[in-house]
T-cell receptor
């Protein structure tokens, strides 16, 4: 089954304790991205990756790191989490487009993170 | 600055009562507009992509349309199972590699 998986699905942690949220896709997509979703603010893009070893900042990258060492995996790293990073996080992937058009993204099930 | 605004924030409809959701956007050079549906506790699910003004796409009771400044999601004779949050998004940034979402419209359809 074609899918994007995220782990863990739920996480409660404390301020300053480093954590990693994993994201994996089995569709051989080039493009992957991380979003956070907060009430009233919608989905905001944190980082995205056009392909292996190619990453770039989205609109809210502060406090986050990413890496893309393999095509299928795109982990999100919070080196020193703070309470304002409490949110619902989504990973997504999309195939590379041709001809200048853009393809839809496939989203994972989400990771609910609480930082105390 | 690339921006997407959706209205209304929330919409309550009776079953069978048709209505429209609005998505207005400000981007330098539209490279497509996406509509997604999101059920509580789940990731967004793709509905439509529109690329040029005048384009329309349909899926069951939903029809999406696009003008140069906004998009509409028309819901005809909705059913309770259409209740969800509807999100629109546009590619943004210098090369269109970012994706900017609106805050969404929460739709509730009562039987």
């Amino acid at each position: 089954e074609a899918q994007v998986t995220q782990n863990p699905r739920y996480l409660i942690t404390v301020t300053g304790k480093k954590l990693t949220v994993t994201c994996s896709q089995n569709m051989n997509h080039e493009y992957m991205s991380w979003y956070r979703q907060d009430p009233g603010l919608g989905l905001r893009q944190i980082y995205y990756s056009m392909n292996v070893e190619v990453t770039d900042k989205g609109d809210v990258p502060e406090g986050y790191k990413v890496s893309r060492k393999e095509k299928r995996n795109f982990p999100l790293i919070l080196e020193s989490p703070s309470p304002n990073q409490t949110s619902l996080y989504f990973c997504a992937s999309s195939p590379r487009t041709s001809g200048g058009s853009y393809n839809e993204q496939f989203f994972g099930p989400g990771t609910r993170l609480t930082v105390l | 600055e690339d921006q997407v605004t959706q209205s209304p924030e929330a919409l309550r409809l009776q079953e069978g009562e048709s209505s429209s959701l609005n998505c207005s956007y400000t981007v330098s050079g539209l490279r497509g507009l996406f509509w997604y549906r999101q059920d509580p506790g789940k990731g967004p699910e793709f509905l439509f992509t529109l690329y040029s003004a005048g384009e329309e796409k349909e899926k069951e009771r939903l029809k999406a349309t696009l003008t140069k400044k906004e998009s509409f999601l028309h819901i005809t004779a909705p059913k309770p199972e259409d209740s969800a949050t509807y999100l629109c998004a546009v590619p943004a940034g210098e090369y269109g590699n970012k994706l900017v979402f609106g805050a969404g419209t929460i739709l509730r359809v009562k039987s």
